[in-house]
């Protein structure tokens, strides 16, 4: 008996799990027309154009023990987002979620920059300026990406104007968002990213890959089933003033004769085998066969005025919008900006900066 209870005294009971994370989401009867937009404290699903928002239930799954509130597939009405909670295993933490369901038309034509929220990061040490759009009721209707919550782990800034993505006031007509490329100082130059140009999209920002992967990091593109003839706006820029290359070490090593340019474009694409975004490695490929359209500025130019841009979407040899597929929300839109065109290699002018407002795309 003694040795009976001994060996008892060894088990050790596993620590309870006290992660609360959405990890996946699903809906009945193929509702949802790509895979659900799941980030920190958000959750975006996307459905078909038919799919009524007024009684959906929705399947969550969770990190492993965690629990939801209200219960997974539980039937609500999401004519506005709904707010679920999401509690540990261990019972001591737990996670709020704005889910919002969006058809493919859901996106606005005209963006104005007029919209920000202050988001946390480094457990509140920092704050950085995420840009979003509002429809004619003032309801928030999607928000614009960046990748500022990789630049925080940097710790070279504080406060959004020291971010390379912030709100700025000097605007065509109120304020407008502005792009920098920064310094990453000594954590950049550690990881071989010596400095991050400012960058705004449609889409979503991934952190998995910011530091190993960062081409894949930027998910471009957002549901779209209007056909898009003109991409228009308004741009301000000036290239710092010493353009550099990174090198193996992850310093920047001067480039002789050579200036900064900025990026600012869109492009339509078809959604193919589950590939719903672009990346910073195809976003412009000449050989991706997800590229339908494309708006590229010809003459992109440094100005301290405002000059104002209009450009035709001009279809890839071959392509064009297929009626069926515009219906069946296959197709999706990604307006791209970046301070430094070559910024998603490391390459670039600290300090270039481009200030953007009054974007439109004119439909048929």
């Known amino acids: 008996m003694a040795v009976f209870l001994t060996g008892i005294s060894c088990i050790k009971e596993e620590p309870l799990n006290a992660e609360c994370d959405i990890l996946g989401v699903t809906l009945s009867d193929d509702a949802l027309n790509r895979a659900p937009i799941i980030n920190n404290d958000k959750v975006i699903l996307y459905v078909r154009n038919n799919v009524s928002t007024e009684a959906l239930s929705p399947e969550f799954e969770l990190t492993p023990g965690a629990t939801i509130s209200p219960e997974s597939g539980t039937t609500r009405s999401f004519s506005i987002p709904q707010t679920y909670t999401v509690t540990s295993e261990d019972g001591k933490w737990h996670k709020s ?32 300026d995420e840009f979003f759009e509002v429809d004619a009721d003032g309801k928030e209707r999607w928000a614009w990406a960046s990748a500022n ?89 000036m290239p710092g003033e010493t353009y550099c290359e990174a090198n193996e070490k ?21 959604s193919m085998d589950g590939r719903d975004f672009l990346n910073g490695e195809n ?36 392509k064009s919008i297929d009626p ?28 270039s900066t481009l200030m953007v407002d009054e974007l439109e795309i004119v439909c048929q």
């Not at 992850?250 to 078809?270: Q, R, W």
């Not at 412009?284 to 000059?307: C, F, G, K, M, Y």
Request: hydrophobic share 40%; with cysteine.
């Open 97 to 128: 979620y704005i889910v919002e369901v969006r058809r493919n038309s859901s996106v606005n034509l005209n963006y104005d920059f007029e919209n920000v929220r202050q988001m946390s990061a480094l457990g509140g040490t920092c704050q950085y």
């Open 324 to 351: 069926e597929k515009l219906q069946a929300g296959r197709y999706s839109i990604a307006v791209v900006m970046s301070s430094s065109q070559e910024g998603d290699y490391f390459n670039g002018a600290v300090g």
């Open 283 to 318: 976003v412009l490929a000449p050989d991706n066969e997800q590229i339908i359209l494309t708006a590229e500025i010809e003459d992109r130019h440094a100005s301290s005025e405002w000059v104002e841009f209009t450009i035709p979407f001009v279809a890839r040899p071959g």
């Open 149 to 237: 919550a990789a630049f925080a782990l940097t710790l070279q800034a504080s406060s959004p104007n020291t971010f390379p993505t912030y709100q700025g006031e000097d605007g065509v007509t109120g304020k407008c968002a502005v792009l920098v490329t920064r310094s990453t100082g000594d954590f950049g130059k550690r990881v071989g990213k010596p400095l991050a140009a400012g960058n705004l999209f449609m889409g979503k920002f991934d952190m998995t890959n910011a530091i190993k992967y960062p081409l894949l990091a930027t998910n471009f593109g957002t549901p779209f089933s209007r056909v898009p003839v003109t991409f228009s706006g308004y741009y301000k820029y």
């Open 250 to 270: 992850g310093d920047l090593v001067p480039v002789p004769g050579k200036t900064d340019m900025f990026n600012l474009y869109a492009v339509m694409f078809e």
